[in-house]
């Protein structure tokens, strides 16, 4: 099975930059996914990536390093909307999706 | 539907009671998942129907919990015997195809289930 691991809690200024890291071990991989859950709502989608490399979609990216197991996911020009907990999902073949426990992120003034 | 739906949001069982979770999923998409929340925890798979067809449901904890899709649209996810450790929220989400490359699932806002 996959072994996901990712901070459990952080905390970062409004308009800073904060990095969530998540690493994984797995066979077969084949994605890793990164959601955002705000308290008592869906998790929602925010990015995919397969390939190694930076993947950016406006104040948010992600990253991947398959050979070291590793992605980040990347919050630029923190809003206080931004707190909420952030899940690194992998695939491996053709299996479901299996979360890490989510990083939990405070936003403060 | 323009989301994934699912009812009840929130349902209070006393132990020992069955309860039945529903999930009305995007329209078209074929895949539908099953996953369980505990409080400040991330998402557990339970089950993944394609269509009809059951194809994985080596997530489910116990006999107690069983999943039927039969029209290949609604599911529902029925616990019979409720116990206090199943307290979770059921999250359900769906694709537009299987678990292949890239296949993003979407999520329902979750069934909410409090045993007490």
């Known amino acids: 099975g996959q072994n996901i691991d990712q901070p459990t809690e952080m905390t970062a200024t409004e308009g800073a930059i904060v990095q969530i890291n998540c690493t994984y071990q797995?066979?077969?991989?084949?994605?890793l996914f990164w959601y955002q859950q705000h308290a008592g709502e869906a998790p929602t989608f925010l990015s995919y990536?397969?390939?190694?490399g930076l993947e950016e979609k406006g104040r948010f990216s992600s990253f991947l390093s398959r050979s070291k197991g590793y992605s980040y996911l990347l919050l630029k020009e923190l809003q206080m909307k931004d707190s909420a907990s952030y899940l690194c999902?992998?695939?491996?073949?053709?299996?479901?999706?299996?979360f890490g426990k989510g990083t939990r992120l405070s936003v403060i003034a | 539907g323009a989301g994934v739906s699912q009812s009840p949001r929130y349902k209070v069982a006393k132990r020992g009671q069955d309860v039945a979770l529903r999930c009305d999923p995007i329209?078209?998409?074929?895949?539908l998942f099953w996953y369980q929340q505990a409080l400040g925890q991330g998402p557990e798979f339970l089950t993944y129907?394609?269509?009809?067809?059951?194809?994985?449901k080596s997530g489910l904890p116990s006999d107690r919990f069983f999943a039927e899709r039969p029209e290949g649209s609604v599911s529902t996810l029925k616990i019979q015997r409720t116990q206090q450790e199943d307290s979770a929220v059921y999250l359900c989400?769906?694709?537009?195809?299987?678990?292949?490359?890239?296949?993003?699932?979407?999520f329902g806002e979750g069934s909410w289930l409090t045993v007490v």
């Open positions: 989400a769906s694709s537009l195809a299987g678990t292949g490359t890239g296949n993003t699932i979407y």
């Open positions: 797995t066979s077969g991989f084949n994605g």
């Open positions: 990536n397969v390939l190694d």
């Open positions: 999902a992998v695939r491996s073949g053709n299996t479901p999706l299996v």
């Open positions: 329209s078209g998409h074929v895949s």
């Open positions: 129907f394609q269509n009809e067809a059951q194809l994985d």
